[in-house]
């Protein structure tokens, strides 16, 4: 079986958020399942160009003019160069945007045929690839690709592509196309439409997510289409990298540790604390909350913010690693300033530092408003730190609440100040009691959350479209 696997960015060479890491470690584990898989993305400035090797050119025929992209190919991958394009210091957020990323969508598909790869599978990525679904069904249907059946997975439903309706003539796109059942969304051009009208198969990073999207509540406006196209959506949970993340070859952490030499991990504790200046007594010292991340209003900063005081007089300690939105960064420094102590934000990332938080912390926070899949719940729960998250897309997929058989971690329902403090109450008390404590670590150690599992999912996606 053969996938063209389409994505604006991919982990290690371009990244800003969690499309980056599936869109690297997916398509490593479809190979090890034995799919020929040709990845294709920009050729951002983050990119070296060592082993590089020059694939031709396609030149792509606009209404605004022509673009030529380069193909360098360095297998599994095609990086499309066009420096007018890509070479930004920013991948997003660009008032070209609409051509940029219509230029990106197109010339993937014209380079999978300038190399000759003829893909069963077209598996395009949000937005920046959603005019791909949209020419595969159309400009491209007389093509050497006309064969090809096409996915389109929503990493992130709240991004919706959206442009001016001048870009119709922009791009060359049928003002027959310009309806609320095709490409129009609130009288813009939206590309995330286009990959939802126009693909065959929809897919979204978990099972729980996948259902929030079919409602008003979290479908920003797009829950009526989805409702329509639900037999054609599925949610499959993102993996994890297991050997980025792991605990027992982990060269950020103080020491090393597994699941059978988990009293290992109190030395990443006072690590963690020494880091930061504060002091906690090697017995009985009080427990330590941990969170990192972007500063944004999806991820629950505000409940953070109002309820993390709650943890910090009852005696516990805190560390906030994130940058994002200056209210949040203010926000942050000022409950630094109340509780000197006992609480320490770090501005900005810094991915040794988040390996040595994820180690370090007993209870990791995420209050997310919403979260389609979420990382850091997974990467906690493998290094035996407890999440504390509400109960929404992939946290509720990956958390099982300390009121079950078989708890990992602690969940709240309702986006409240109240209920992430009462979620902090349950975390005190499940840490006064160590042999609870450590049950509930080892059994959230004890999960899979390879990228196996959904590889062999997305397999079998593709093998019931052909």
């Known amino acids: 079986m053969k996938v063209l696997f389409i994505s604006s960015e991919v982990a290690p060479f371009s990244k800003t958020g969690g499309l980056g890491d599936v869109s690297g470690a997916l398509p490593r584990a479809l190979v090890q399942r034995g799919v020929d898989v040709l990845t294709v993305t920009p050729l951002w400035p983050t990119v070296s160009p060592d082993g590089l090797e020059d694939a031709g050119s396609v030149t792509l025929q606009f209404p605004f003019g022509p673009v030529t992209l380069t ?14 394009y890509f070479e930004r210091d920013s991948l997003y957020g660009h008032h070209d945007d609409a051509r940029r990323f219509a230029a990106f969508s197109m010339g993937a598909l014209a380079a999978s045929q300038r190399i000759g790869f003829q893909p069963d599978i077209v598996h ?12 595969l069904a159309r400009g491209f249907s ?3 690709l006309k064969r090809a059946r096409s996915v389109f997975t929503i990493h ?6 959206s442009f001016s309706k001048d870009a119709m003539t922009d791009l060359g796109l049928p003002w027959e196309l310009f309806t609320a059942d095709g490409v129009e969304f609130h009288d813009h051009l939206s590309f995330i439409k286009a990959g939802l009208v126009y693909a065959d198969a929809l897919t979204t990073v978990s099972p729980t997510y996948a259902r929030e999207i079919q409602t008003p509540e979290g479908g920003h406006g797009l829950d009526g289409l989805l409702r329509r196209r639900s037999t ?13 993340w792991d605990s027992e070859e982990d060269p950020h952490l103080a020491a090393r540790y597994s699941a059978a030499t988990l009293a290992k991990k109190e030395v990443n504790t006072h690590a963690l604390l020494d880091r930061f200046g504060l002091k906690a007594p090697k017995k009985n010292r009080p427990p330590v909350f941990g969170t990192v991340g972007r500063l944004a209003d999806q991820k629950g900063v505000e409940l953070l913010l109002a ?19 200056a209210r949040f960064v203010e926000g942050l420094k000022a409950l630094q300033r109340r509780y000197p102590a006992r609480f320490r934000a770090h501005i900005g990332f810094d991915e040794p530092l988040a390996h040595q938080l994820e180690a370090g912390a007993d209870f990791f926070v995420m209050p997310s408003k919403y979260e389609p899949c979420g990382l850091n719940q997974m990467y906690s729960l493998r290094y035996g730190t407890v ?15 300390l009121s079950r058989a078989g708890a990992t971690g602690i969940k709240f329902r309702d986006y409240a100040v109240h209920a992430l403090e009462l979620a902090f109450d349950r975390a005190l008390a499940l840490f006064a009691d160590p042999v609870a404590m450590n049950e509930v670590r080892l059994q959230g150690m004890s999960r899979d959350f390879s990228w196996g599992q959904a590889a062999a999912k997305y397999e079998a996606l593709y093998a019931s479209l052909r």
């Open 142 to 144: 007389t093509s050497s």
């Open 387 to 401: 999440p504390i998250v509400r109960a929404v897309g992939g946290l509720e997929d990956t958390v099982v609440d």
């Open 156 to 161: 992130n439903l709240a991004y919706t592509g």
């Open 124 to 135: 395009a990525n949000d937005w920046p690839t959603g005019l791909a679904m949209l020419a």
């Open 71 to 84: 193909l360098l190919r360095k297998d599994p991958f095609v990086f499309l160069e066009c420096p007018p």
């Open 307 to 325: 309820a993390l005081p709650r943890a910090l007089d009852a005696g516990a300690l805190a560390v906030v690693v994130g940058t994002g939105e």
């Open 232 to 244: 054609a959506l599925r949610g499959i949970l993102n993996g994890i990298d297991l050997h980025e």
